[in-house]
């Protein structure tokens, strides 16, 4: 897929509304909730190929608004993402998981849960041992595909 149109301001300021419902600002936990500026900017950056269906999921949003979902006050907008939600065939909006993403990779976030700022690699992180021994049933079923000659 080429070059997407970036979202409108209007798109944005919607999306904004809705990121800040899903990760919501904690006082208690001193940090910033997804509709942070630094955070916020780091989504609609990183929705890349996903912008066409979060468009069109905006849409919908708008239209069970009845108008304009970032002009309803905080508790219309949470009843109408709810009913969203509810209506959603797919589990997962397109959003959600670029939201995430971008939450967890805010140094701010990362200090409050105790973690370096820093990338994983190239030093890594300690990984407890598993069981091993779980794999066995994988290992020694017979395989499932051709080797190439």
Do not use: H
């Not at 916020?40 to 990183?46: E, G």
């Not at 002009?71 to 939201?99: C, G, K, M």
């Amino acid at each position: 897929m080429g070059n997407v149109d970036p979202l409108s301001a209007e798109e944005q300021r919607s999306l904004r509304c809705l990121v800040g419902i899903i990760i919501p600002a904690s006082a208690s936990y001193g940090v910033p909730g997804a509709d942070d500026e630094l955070i916020f900017a780091d989504i609609v950056a990183s929705l890349g190929a996903d912008t066409p269906r979060v468009r069109a999921a905006l849409r919908r949003l708008d239209a069970l608004a009845g108008g304009r979902y970032a002009e309803l006050d905080v508790r219309q907008r949470l009843a109408v993402a709810q009913r969203f939600r509810d209506a959603e065939a797919s589990p997962l909006p397109p959003w959600v998981s670029v939201t995430v993403q971008c939450y967890y990779r805010d140094d701010r976030v990362m200090r409050s849960l105790g973690m370096e700022t820093r990338p994983p690699f190239p030093k890594g992180f300690e990984v407890d041992q598993g069981d091993w021994s779980l794999l066995d049933a994988v290992r020694g079923r017979a395989k499932l595909y051709r080797e190439v000659p």
